[in-house]
């Protein structure tokens, strides 16, 4: 035991004095000296096994370390730790060697714009000044930054295109080859977004390992490109990212992004790893939030939040949406930005999403919060789950009465003062006509409550033809024929929407007129205006043609309404086998459906036809026993069918008169001889027994066909005379009816209006309201000629020979004037460039609004060296060397020979002038502003 003991307290001991590290191995000294059982010893094993195990968890966690300590050693120059010594060592460099030491100032300057860094580029320009002497390459160094700050390729070309080359400085290449590559790369992206796609090609041309770059240039391109990504590196997965925006998935276009970031070491250099890139990459920004927001790095979750916000395109609903539920993550009190993520989940048609958005919002207010806000919230919420429930088949109606509520008590915080949330009405109508569409008690009611709802919607917004469409389709639930005629035509005057076509297509199919539904379809329409053709063929008498349309069509199998059609076509038609195929499948629905009324009565018809009579009658017993009004009328009518079919004609048929001499309804005539009859009377041949005798219903229809009314109101109130309405619905909904019908016609007294309705009456009144006189505006004076640009500078015709389009290919166009632009100390306006032959050979003459402010001569075949750097020439080529120093300059330069064309670049490249240099600094001298500011008062 001794041994034991002896042994783990020299372990402790040595890794405590070497390594100077505890691991934790005192206790197991102590537990080896108090050891008295076999168990305690195994204990001890235990112990020792379990030391190992977090040895290697430590040493793993360690060793995660290295990357992040790798990834801080590439980019220490750069961070504002690393500066300092970085930037003591250039300035260092300059003070002993002077522009013989810009090696190391060059190779950071094309790292940073490499790496995306124009910040570092300012900060280098603005911490380590050059010797004079380099004008020129201040001026290319700080021209690339704002380039790549800009996104454009003009004012960054021409020193990156030397920095892609190398330049020779003190007998070294600079930069090294792989930031060579890393700015050939930048440059091919620059060119890509900001110029025409052969310029990118030609950049591309003999570029190792860039399928992403040339994927990027087909996107943009006409030619486009087939291209499958490999790998998982930001590039890549910001191509992918683009590539899916058109028709992808959110989660589709997020989930190489996500790959990507979670791959990154750390995000300690993110904003650096991702402006590389040039393009907007909204979707990394939000992965970097994300995964900032999961380690707890807050200041890095709200800038990638912030960029993400500034990069989503607009119209990207759900990417924005994402966006803001990240930011809310931020937020101490989100209310806002979790309102508008559920705005934005709407707009992306993620009703669910906005649904659960919108609650949390709630949460965040409480109950004690501004009542507005949250009324508009709770009305929001109501929304989506109404609309979400148009979907469902079943246990629906909690959910729909739960919103309906919440529409009530937000429309209370609001005291009438509706706008721009008046939409509620549409919303709660929807949710009332759902509700009925359940086996309820109160579906009377309901439908009632939906034609108020529909009305006040118009209230609100009397010329928007979709409400006027929607009060028409409401109209039409009812069987209110002159009422949804009235509307739906009222909308067709208004608006051309689809809604409102296929409101009015509706209406007009289901109040008798067939052919003029017919003349209005669309020849090659959907399976939807293809089951409506079928309709009204088979109510004109055509149930053949009908038949043969509805066996042309692929029927989902969820479109009820449709299959219904289909299975009264083939009974009249003469299909028998086809309807007993058709019957089969809707008598599964009843199963699957049953709380849907309309499934319900259709899936008993079904089973008529296959002869399941028992199964109908026991079915709908009960529903005529304790159901009211039209259900128990609807189910009567069943159950007399049933009855005739099983043989019982005569107590069938009193049963079915009975139920459709119960209530007066015009809607029902129509109902009755397109299709009622003829199914009934199919459905007795299909099972041969006698057909029932129509003689009393027939009359009954006669007589209702005849006293009913022909105009909306008067059809409304008889409507309202057959159904067990509550005094206040149905006296606010004639009301309101009459209110709205006068309105149209100009022959309305708004004083009848209740003053429960009061909100109402003064919408319509605004509405009403004669537009106010018209007042003589003053004539409008023609927008004037644009002015002509006021800077002319005019130049010899011959410096823009063998150039048809000077501005799309000469050096003066394409990166002199938009460098010296960028690096301009004044806000330069456009400027005309125009030549001329008197000016041959070496003349230019400046203007300033037609005014002369410069001339003389820029020698030709010569480059300018600035006086300063001299001592970098040959000292043959100093002697020759000829001054060049106009008073628009600023600085001192020697006219030289060019050297001789190479594939090597040296310093001098970088220090000298040419002439297209010289004549975009005309444009931007001091000279000019001086001229375009005027004389100033001392």
Known sequence: MASLVDA?????????????????????????????????????????????????EARARLASVLPRIEQLLRVWPFTDSGWPETRAALVDDLAANGLRGVGPWLDHAWTALAQGRADAVDRLLREVPLPDGAAALTDLVGAAARGLRWQVLSPAASFLALGRAGVRVAGKQVPDRQTRAAVAALQVRLAVVSEPAPVAEALLDGLPGADVLRAMLGRHSDAGTDWEPEGSGLDIAAEAAARARADASLEERISGARLA?????SLDDIESDLDRLVEPVPELWWAVAERALREGDRDVA?????????????????????????????????????????????EAAELERAAAAYARALEVLGPDGPPREIGELEMRRADCVITLAQDKTAGVEHELRESIGWLEHARAAFDGDLPPFDWCFVSEALARLQLARLMISDRTAQHWLALRASLRAVAYAFDDGDRWAHLAGTADVLEMNQVSRWASAVAEELGDSAEIRWSRLRVLSNTGAYQEVLDRLDDDGDVYTNAVRGFCLLRLGRPQEALEVYRGLTIEPGLTWAWWQYLMTALIAGDVTTARGIAT?????????????DVLFGGAMARLVLGETDKVEAMFAGIAESAEGADRDDALEVIGIARIVRGDTARGTADLTAAMTATRRAAAVIDWRSTTRPLINAVADLHGVPRPDFTEIEEFYASVERDWPTDPLGDARAR?????????VRAETLALLAAVHGARAGTVDLAELPESLAAEREQLETWLRPPAPATDSPQEEPEPEPAPPPIFLMLPSSWFDEHDDPVATHPLFRTALPQARAVASWEVPSATIRAEDELEPDGFRLEVHGDPVAAGTIPIDVVFVPAAAAGLLPAAVARAAVPYQPEWLDVPLLCVPPAPAGDRHTLLDLLTFDRWALAARLVTADLCRRALEGPQIP
């Open 720 to 728: 309202a005379d057959n159904d067990d309405l509550a005094p206040d």
């Open 585 to 597: 499948d809707l008598s599964r629905d009843v199963a699957a459906r049953p709380d849907e009324r």
């Open 8 to 56: 783990l307290a020299a372990l402790h001991a040595s890794l405590r004095a070497e390594f100077d590290v505890d691991l934790g191995t005192d206790p197991l000294v102590r537990a080896a000296r108090e050891l008295t059982t076999h168990e305690q010893l195994k204990g001890t094993k235990r112990a020792v096994k379990e030391r190992l195990v977090v040895v290697d």
């Open 302 to 346: 709200a800038l990638a939040v912030h960029r993400a916000e500034l990069q989503a395109p607009i119209g990207d609903s759900p990417l924005r949406a994402e966006i803001l539920q990240i930011r809310a993550g931020l937020e101490d009190f989100p209310a806002t930005t979790l309102t508008e993520a559920g705005i934005c989940w709407v």
């Open 261 to 265: 970031i979670e791959g990154l070491a």
